[in-house]
């Protein structure tokens, strides 16, 4: 049983994404070490922690103990434009100087105990590599993601807000990429670099000639199950779409799919989430007479959520740009199949038995007819839907938790037996 210090900006045992890589990872490493967590927000923002603190009063964790480190003023100076809805990127500024503030308590507790190791879970983001690298104990960290690019393509048809957002981020991120020299000395610092996606695994060691392991930051905590009932002479066939209805999940691109998708009167589709476009793809599905074979779910508490899933018979994802989305674990654990667009951490954990990657060609327009085709070749041979069921099923043992504590105790024993 090791002492690990555990760096995780956002966490929380109700929430999807960034909060749930770090639960889960608490959750299930806590039976093997004892873990002290310094952590950021388990709320929308810096310095939400209620949640956290209520759900620590009431259940006991053993082996854990949750130090949640508050913005000082200055920080909450710096969120506080993002917080208010303008000027988001603001947020960086503020989570740098939180990162420093982390650093500093660290500096309190070494005073007074001793760490084997360092393991900064999350953000996934590259952007901020923090300051815990510069204390010389071993050091993990990862699964990191962020270097990749919206395929420019991707956003032909976006709101021109959106559009113009990750045009920049795509430019801002290059040069970040290239020239950050604090990633530079953390890259450096970092005994075990944990990559989340192939596309990320190859730009840093094509960049920063710095060796990794590649493997999804979230994997599946839930049992594995597949409602077999929903095969039987089904009525309609059900999608679902599950994340923040904003320009990256590019949900636009499914909607404009569906107006050619010729069996459309046989689907269902199940949207779960809330975001800024929602109202503006309401208004297109409404104009193009799609919304009567849509349920607008809003956004739901997550054990309600993956409840959709038992009557799902496919999940899809069109985003420009992700990790591994938290809902392709979710999708798995039911049996679901998911169909993509072959990058991000898609292209590494789809195949052909689990889900239908969908090339993304020069054209936005091509990108568009290939779902649509996609979806109609599954109506015409639904038997697919079953067997790709069944497929999901099989490749979803190889991504459960279970399957991740044997792979972080061995990589924490090799760190010390390379040391």
Same mark, same amino acid.
């Given at each position: 049983m090791k002492n690990i210090l555990v760096l995780s900006y956002a966490i929380s045992p109700s929430r999807g994404s960034e909060y749930s890589v770090a639960w889960n990872y608490v959750t299930h490493m806590s039976k093997y070490h004892r873990l002290t967590v310094l952590y950021g927000a388990s709320g929308n923002h810096m310095g939400d922690v209620e949640e956290m603190e209520e759900y620590t009063h009431s259940h006991a964790m053993s082996n854990v103990r949750f130090i949640a480190v508050r913005p000082d003023k200055l920080a909450r100076i710096l969120n506080w434009p993002n917080r208010h809805g303008f000027l988001v990127y603001s947020f960086y500024y503020a989570y740098q100087r939180w990162?420093?503030?982390?650093?500093?308590?660290?500096?309190?507790?070494?005073?007074?105990? &001793?760490? %084997? *190791?360092? /393991?900064?879970?999350?953000?996934?983001?590259?952007?901020?590599?923090?300051?815990?690298?510069?204390?010389?104990?071993?050091?993990?960290?990862g699964p990191v993601s962020g270097a990749n690019?919206?395929?420019?393509q991707l956003m032909k048809r976006?709101?021109?807000?959106?559009r113009i957002k990750l045009t920049f981020r795509n430019i801002a991120n290059s040069i970040q990429f290239h020239t950050k020299q604090r990633l530079r000395k953390a890259l450096k610092a970092t005994d075990i670099l944990l990559i989340a996606t192939s596309e990320n695994q190859c730009k840093f060691k094509e960049v920063h000639h710095k060796d990794s392991i590649c493997i999804p930051e979230n994997c599946i905590t839930d049992n594995i199950i597949l409602?077999?009932?929903?095969?039987?002479?089904?009525?309609?066939y059900h999608i679902i779409i599950i994340g923040r209805l904003d320009a990256n999940k590019a949900v636009g691109i499914f909607l404009e799919a569906l107006t050619q998708v010729? &069996?459309? %009167? *046989?689907? /269902?589709?199940?949207?779960?989430?809330?975001?800024?476009?929602?109202s503006v793809l309401q208004q297109y599905a409404i104009r193009h007479k799609l919304n009567e074979a849509i349920t607008w779910?809003?956004?739901?508490?997550?054990?309600?959520?993956?409840?959709?899933?038992?009557?799902a018979h496919l999940h899809v994802i069109t985003s420009v740009s992700e990790g591994n989305p938290t809902t392709i674990w979710e999708a798995m654990s039911y049996g679901v199949p998911t169909m993509s667009f072959d990058h991000c951490g898609m292209h590494d954990t789809i195949c052909d038995k689990c889900g239908i990657r969908i090339p993304i060609s020069k054209r936005y327009e091509d990108c568009v007819t290939t779902l649509a085709r996609n979806i109609d070749a599954l109506i015409e041979h639904p038997e697919r839907f079953y067997q790709l069921a069944l497929g999901t099923i099989n490749c979803a043992h190889r991504y459960t938790w279970e399957r991740r504590e044997k792979f972080l105790n061995n990589l924490y024993d090799s760190l010390f037996q390379n040391k």
């Open positions: 990162h420093w503030q982390a650093y500093k308590q660290v500096l309190e507790l070494l005073k007074t105990e &001793h760490f %084997d *190791l360092i /393991h900064y879970v999350g953000m996934i983001g590259y952007r901020e590599p923090g300051y815990l690298w510069k204390l010389g104990l071993p050091y993990v960290w690019n919206a395929p420019c976006m709101p021109v807000m959106g409602d077999e009932r929903k095969f039987i002479n089904p009525q309609k010729q &069996h459309y %009167d *046989l689907l /269902h589709v199940d949207v779960v989430g809330d975001g800024p476009l929602r779910h809003g956004q739901l508490p997550r054990a309600e959520a993956v409840k959709i899933f038992n009557s």
